[in-house]
């Protein structure tokens, strides 16, 4: 269903399937998994490794859930569920360790784990006759691309998370405005 390569060495690889499973394989086995990660309970959609903290990394699913895990554990480090809906995509922050964001199908969500592990810092609706399919961080800009399932991208620019404060006094992406 997905994968991803492991930023340190492009040899390593994530992949997720269709059962809930969470696959490390290298390229240079072919034929056999190098450990299994199981936590999610339907299809995984999205992989993503942390560009900073390079040995975790994200999944998401059909089964409405997020999970944070580590490489050399089988077992999750914490599992994000919001909503009820299908997560169809994730993305780390490439400006914070703590910080991605996830889209469902009726919103995208801003996590920052240095605040919260338990809800989004920040959501944003889909118009209820479309679904967000997919989420990216634009190169050399601050602003977020969203995806829906009508074939639209949606573009919000966001503030810096260094240069502004939240009201509980950290800093975080604020959504500005959809262009």
Known sequence: MCFDFY???TNLYLA???????????CSYNE???????????????IAWNPFSTDMFLSCSADWSIILWHQ????????????TAVVHDIVWSPKSVFIFVAVNENRAEIWDLSISTLDPLITRSANPEVKFTSVLFAKNTDCLLIGDSEGQV????????RARKTSRGTNAYRVFGKH
């Open 154 to 161: 949606s573009v919000f620019e966001l503030a810096n998370p």
């Open 32 to 46: 056999q998994f190098l450990e299994t990660y199981r936590g999610h309970k339907g299809p995984v959609y999205k």
């Open 72 to 83: 050399d554990s089988q077992k999750p480090l914490l599992t994000f569920s919001s909503t």
């Open 16 to 26: 997720g399937t269709e059962e809930g499973l969470i696959h490390k394989c290298s």
């Open 7 to 9: 930023p340190k060495d």
